[in-house]
């Protein structure tokens, strides 16, 4: 069983930046794919970004240039870099991690980006 704890979230103003961190537990975090996706309100979860366990990256288009992220298997963490907020990247942001059927996911942490 993998558990996850996000961090960073928090209110900042459009423009500002965050860094969101996702820290697993067990000894098998290398050995997954990770990925963050975020859920405003009324509206579906989505994905943002993802790695592989290699480290190639794929983003949403509409965070392409602004958004970041990267993995530090040392430390059992995923980290969205997040650059140039805008009001619209307002929601529950959630790490997953999956590996063949097995997924997991942290509780959420709230970022708000206002105007």
């Known amino acids: 069983q993998v558990q996850l704890v996000e961090s960073g979230g928090g209110l900042v103003q459009a423009g500002g930046s965050l860094r969101l961190s996702c820290a697993a537990s067990?000894?098998?975090?290398?050995?997954?794919?990770a990925g963050w996706y975020r859920q405003a309100p009324g509206k579906q979860r989505e994905l943002v970004a993802d790695?592989?366990?290699?480290?190639?990256?794929n983003y949403a288009d509409s965070v392409k240039g602004r958004f970041t992220i990267s993995r530090d298997n040392a430390k059992n963490t995923v980290y969205l870099q997040m650059n140039s907020l805008k009001p619209e990247d307002t929601a529950v942001y959630f790490c997953?991690?999956?590996?063949?059927?097995?997924?997991?996911w942290g509780q959420g942490t709230q970022v708000t980006v206002s105007s």
């Open positions: 997953k991690l999956w590996l063949s059927l097995q997924e997991y």
């Open positions: 067990g000894s098998t975090f290398s050995s997954y794919a």
């Open positions: 790695i592989s366990r290699r480290g190639s990256t």
